[in-house]
């Protein structure tokens, strides 16, 4: 069974600038999120998606971050534009259904400067 | 805000001893997960303990589940160099309405050595 893919790895961009992110989950889960990771610190929810829906959104920087998940499928994460606060590890995850395990991808690292 | 806390924050071993780690929450959950971190990848899942379960083991990980002091730790048993990664708990909140998103803790940093 093939894992979740996220891409870019890895990206460095300069504040003010936009940046996109895609995820692609695990064919058949239904609930899709995205996190973002700080160094030394646990994941952050920032979006979740059951199928094309948002769950939940109350932590996504809705200024300058929004997320779609077209056709229940791919998600994609955008920033724009960037802050130097948002360099981070962006993780994607997914789950058959809400409140089971999550499936992680690697992650895309992100550096504003 | 954080739900979990693990501690400690770091641990170093050699390599055949037993590492514990800790984690505690601060609402009722319906369930509570740990996961692996290595160095710039993405979480692996360990282990799922559901609320109505004290305990449960997979391979050399053990886990308990506390619900009334809130809290949860993971043993894992004659370790190795393998398992140098950050360990995470995640909690549910508790609340199905919340779609069963986690609340990760900051991590354990664990280093075996050999």
């Known amino acids: 069974e093939a894992g979740v893919a996220q891409s870019p790895r890895y990206k460095i961009i300069e504040k003010r600038q936009s940046v996109a992110f895609w995820c692609n989950p695990i064919s058949g889960h239904a609930t899709l999120y995205w996190y973002q990771q700080i160094l030394g610190q646990g994941p952050k929810l920032l979006i979740q998606?059951?199928?094309?829906?948002?769950?939940?959104d109350s932590q996504l920087p809705k200024d300058r971050f929004s997320a779609e998940r077209l056709k229940g499928v791919d998600s994609t994460l955008k920033i724009q534009p960037a802050k130097l606060e948002d360099s981070a590890v962006y993780l994607c995850a997914s789950s058959l259904v809400g409140w089971e395990t999550q499936y992680f991808g690697p992650g895309t690292r992100l550096l504003v400067l | 805000s954080q739900q979990g806390e693990e501690d400690p924050q770091a641990l170093s071993i050699q390599e055949g001893e037993n590492a514990t780690m800790n984690c505690s929450y601060k609402t009722s959950i319906n369930n509570l997960q740990w996961y692996r971190q290595n160095s710039g990848r993405g979480l692996v899942h360990l282990i799922l303990i559901r609320s109505n379960e004290r305990e449960k083991h997979s391979g050399r990980l053990r886990v308990t589940l506390d619900t009334s002091k809130k809290s949860s730790s993971l043993l894992i048993t004659a370790s190795r160099a393998a398992d140098t990664a950050s360990y995470f708990c995640?909690?549910?909140?508790?609340?199905?309405?919340?779609?069963?998103?986690?609340?990760f803790g900051q991590g354990t940093e664990l280093s075996v050595k050999p």
């Open positions: 995640a909690t549910d909140g508790g609340d199905y309405n919340q779609g069963g998103k986690l609340i």
């Open positions: 998606f059951q199928n094309n829906g948002v769950v939940d």
